[in-house]
Nanobody, 118 residues
Framework: QVQLVESGGGLVQPGGSLRLSCAASSSITSIFLMGWFRQAPGKQRELVAAIKAGGGTMYADSVKGRFTISRDNAKNTVYLQMNDLKPEDTAVYYC????????????WGQGTQVTVSS
């Protein structure tokens, strides 16, 4: 089972940017789908962005045009570039993987806190 470690969170002012990283313990080249989720206090965990092995991406409507997901297979790492951050983006961000098209998301990381506040 692949292990995931997120990093890059922090405190940022509205309008600012952060780049999150998710480092995997093994090769991600053949992983079907890698995703970034977030969970705010009192809310359910939601899928923010995902990227397929072939590079195809999807985004939640709330982050389209502001967030960009990418993957570096050589470094076994997935990134989430977050621009024009808003207070409602405040949450713990997690990465996870769907190993195959038939599997569900699994192998959650410990999460990284993102706080957007002035």
């Amino acid at each position: 089972q692949v292990q995931l470690v997120e990093s890059g969170g922090g405190l940022v002012q509205p309008g600012g940017s952060l780049r999150l990283s998710c480092a995997a313990s093994s090769s991600i080249t053949s992983i079907f789908l890698m995703g970034w989720f977030r969970q705010a206090p009192g809310k359910q965990r939601e899928l923010v962005a995902a990227i397929k092995a072939g590079g195809g991406t999807m985004y939640a409507d709330s982050v389209k045009g502001r967030f960009t997901i990418s993957r570096d297979n050589a470094k076994n790492t997935v990134y989430l570039q977050m621009n024009d951050l808003k207070p409602e983006d405040t949450a713990v961000y997690y990465c996870s993987v769907r190993l195959t098209i038939l599997s569900d998301f699994s192998s959650w990381g410990q999460g990284t806190q993102v706080t957007v506040s002035s």
